[in-house]
């Protein structure tokens, strides 16, 4: 089917979501209509609500109707993984659960429904689930214990282990909403797991400008130590300001070596990324208390035909608070305006 602009999908009902790609403006979009039935616990249930206002009398943190809450699981699908593994109901630390508003859905069984033609509208499959990161009514990482805090992440890290193994998908990410202004839906804390059978535009920009350069992601981190932008280290990982931030104290974290892949990277590095993860977060709550931010894993395709393993790539998590809009200029052009400079950012972060 030739490309055209104008052209759309009547995907039936059991066939959505379908993903639309637009080779003029190089954008692809996702049309899934079940997500508009989603809870929006957020705008009933404001963040800046005081927390303690829901705990009950007795003084436990668990929610009533709450699906996210130990207690409530019979409110969601059964989990994929769990910590501890062999925890009964009600008694786990955090699990992952299929999403029941998907972005992408399982379609191994009608995947010879794919057209040939790559701009023509086709079912958007893959992996799309919930990381649910407490089993109290959470809604910062700082209210997890350290230990527990990098269980969440060693059961990321199993996940997208499992999913690498399988034929059907070329690449994965965790990400995280977190308040209102990122788009978060779901006060209790959690995060999204999201496996694609293609890789996605800003991976495939990032390989691109990767194998443009020996090591890309070194001269990243010289540039950093050059500039003033190194925010924290713990362990082999840094913590840095981007040259070109989005927003006042945009930071990403990444291994000081090579290491294409998260899902197999050392429990010592698991160890560090939590450590990193609750310090930046910590130290952003304390220049803009109740701030909102998005993170998203950044590692390389699955090294399967046709992608080859990248071997000068560094998995790096992106913490980009959400202070001010997108708006206009940001939407035409693709850039960014922002109001601090990158070692001003990286030095008040240093210093919070
Ligand atoms: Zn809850
Ligand atoms: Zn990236």
Excluded at 44 to 62: M, T
Excluded at 221 to 227: E, G, M
Aim: aromatic residues 8%; charged residues 20%.
């Amino acid at each position: 089917m030739p490309y055209s602009p104008l052209m759309t999908a009547q995907p039936s009902a059991s066939r959505d979501p379908y993903l639309h790609q637009d080779v003029l403006a190089a954008r692809t979009v996702f049309i899934a209509a079940k997500r508009a039935d989603r809870p929006l616990d957020l705008e009933r249930d404001p963040l800046d609500k005081p927390f303690v206002s829901r705990q009950n009398a007795a003084g436990d943190r668990r929610r009533a109707g709450c699906p996210f809450c130990a207690g409530n699981e019979s409110l969601t699908p059964p989990d994929v993984l769990r910590v501890p593994a062999h925890s009964s109901v009600g008694d786990w630390h955090a699990r992952i659960i299929p999403n029941r508003f998907p972005i992408v859905e399982d379609f191994s069984a009608l995947l010879t429904d794919r057209s040939l033609d790559a701009s023509a509208p086709r079912l958007a499959h893959g992996v799309h689930e919930v990381v649910i990161e407490s089993a109290t009514h959470e809604h910062s990482i700082l209210a997890v214990e350290a230990t527990r805090w990098c269980d969440v992440w060693n059961l990321c890290q199993r996940r997208l282990a499992m999913l690498a193994e399988r034929s059907d998908l070329a690449w994965a990410t965790v990400f995280k909403n977190s308040g209102r202004d990122s788009g978060a839906s779901i006060e209790h804390l959690h995060s999204q797991l999201v496996a694609l059978d293609f890789v996605p535009p800003v991976i495939a920009a990032e390989l691109s400008a990767a194998q443009k350069t020996r090591q890309p992601f070194q001269d990243l981190l010289n540039h950093a130590r050059d500039t003033g932008c190194v925010v924290a280290e713990v362990g082999d990982l840094v913590a840095l300001v981007p040259p070109a931030p989005r927003q006042p104290f945009e930071n990403w974290i990444l291994p000081r070596e090579p290491e294409p892949y998260f899902h197999l990277t050392s429990p010592e590095r698991v160890r560090a990324l939590a450590t990193l993860t609750q310090l930046l977060v910590l130290k952003l709550e304390r220049l803009v208390p109740g701030a909102a931010y998005n993170w998203w894993l950044h590692q390389a395709p699955f090294a399967k035909p046709p992608h080859k393993p990248a071997g000068n790539w560094h998995w790096h998590l992106e913490i980009l608070p959400r202070l001010s809009d997108f708006a206009g200029f940001e939407l035409a052009t693709g850039c960014h305006v922002t109001t601090l400079s990158p070692r001003e950012s990286a030095r008040q972060l240093r210093e919070a």
